[in-house]
């Protein structure tokens, strides 16, 4: 069952992150240049091309494929909208890879935009007011008769609901999650697109950060970005003509469990486990054979849960293993050795498709600064909603 | 403040609502499945048993968990903070979305006891069950 890791990211782009958007481009061009960008990244012509994925566009409701496949002018075999939240850019990936090794498809463009910076129009004033987040407050709704009326809304809340049942069942060490936090700017400071480049952080630091919802302090938290992230998913042959050390996908997971986290069924056993479970059997691989990880880090406490329920560490023991292991790109156990969504900055979608980049990019060799030597095994984790929708993607250099 | 968002019964779910404008609790149980269900559905999750029946239950449970949320979570509770979002088991066995209230939260523990507060919005008429340690 599976893939046979036949297909490849042969070319990866992610715009640097700004706090403020430097330029204003509605989603559907930000698409195409970010299709360009991994393209010319790759060394291939837009021809090659006949397969795309898209998380959808904010110009269009519907039809978000075959918007874009005419107005890049590439017809598709294969048209796919993707909308698993966090883990949409990792279930991307995998969906482009099933498409290349099926014959479908000879190269996928898989793009997820990332910027805020949307010309508005003068004439239809947005009436959203934008802070439902992740709920849906449409009429009839199971969020907005059971959630949003209590105000269970945005992200900090819920995640906040999950760390602290996880400090019920097995402690919680506010120095051993700051301590994701650290090593994480610690690998931005090594990688001059990251938002924090240059601005190291202290244990201390998490810790005197404003407390935000108990456990969760200022420094456990994504800072939001402007930016956007792609990848190229192509076939051997067209791996062999591209300019990078191809990265092929080996395994991959899937597991999607709720919305809400209030019906979990045990709230700190997350869907990563079954998914990390399925992507190491797939490609026959082991968690000591990984040599970096990156880890979807919307909050501190989901990279440590991640960790955990991945099988890196056992349940339970996540507090006291970050803080025997070193994180950082040279050390024992690298993660998120771009910085991460904490310290890279989340662009919106394209926060997803950030650690996607990020281990293609070690994979490569392309990650100067932060290059973690004999980096050939790489294991990439998306989390959507609630750490209720969650991907695990394993791949291998050559 | 913006306004705070009020829940709109649906055709699926008044019954639910119904119950605690007369503060009951009313929830859905699935005989072939030998469950109590929650949110309302017009099937049994899982089985998708066409045999949901509402029934009366004590609303009391223990928490299952919760957070002190010292910033807003959004607009409408900028003046509500600390928010004391929580998720209550009941004794039934279905999870629930609630607020404490009536409460130091310096004293909310995982697994305490709690029972149900009828929130009644004189407003809207519409009734929102919050949550407060047993007594």
Redesign the interface.
Known sequence: MGLRGEAAIVGIAELPAEKKPSRSAFTIDQYARLAKLVLDDAGLDASVVNGLVTHGIGESAMFAPATLSEYLGIPLDFGERVDLGGATAAGMVWRAAAAVELGICDAVLAVVPGSLGVPRSERRPATD?G???ASS?N??S?Q???????????Q??PY??????Y??EFGYDAKATASIAVAQRTNACAHPGAIFHGKPITVQDVLDS?????P?RMLDVVMRVQGGAAVLIANADLARRSKHRPVWLKGFGEHVAFK????AED?VRTPIARAADRAFAMAGLERADVDMASIYDCYTITVLMSLEDAGFCAKGTGMSWVREHDLTFRGDFPVNTAGGQLSFGQAGMAGGMHHVVDAARQLMGRADQAQVADCNTAFVTGNGGIMSEQVALLFQGE | MSTRPIPEPTPVSRPFWDALAEERVLIQYSPSLGEYVFYPRTLAPRTLADDLEWREISGRGSLYTFTVADRPTAPPWADAVPQLLAVVEWDEGPRVSTELVEVDPADIQVGMRVEPVFDHDPDSGMTLLRYRPEK
């Open positions: 007011p802070w439902f987040g407050n009429y009839g199971p907005a008769e059971f959630e949003i009326p209590y105000g269970n809304v945005g900090n809340g906040a609901q999950i760390a602290q049942r400090a019920a404003p407390m935000i919802a108990d969760i809400t986290p209030t019906y709230l």
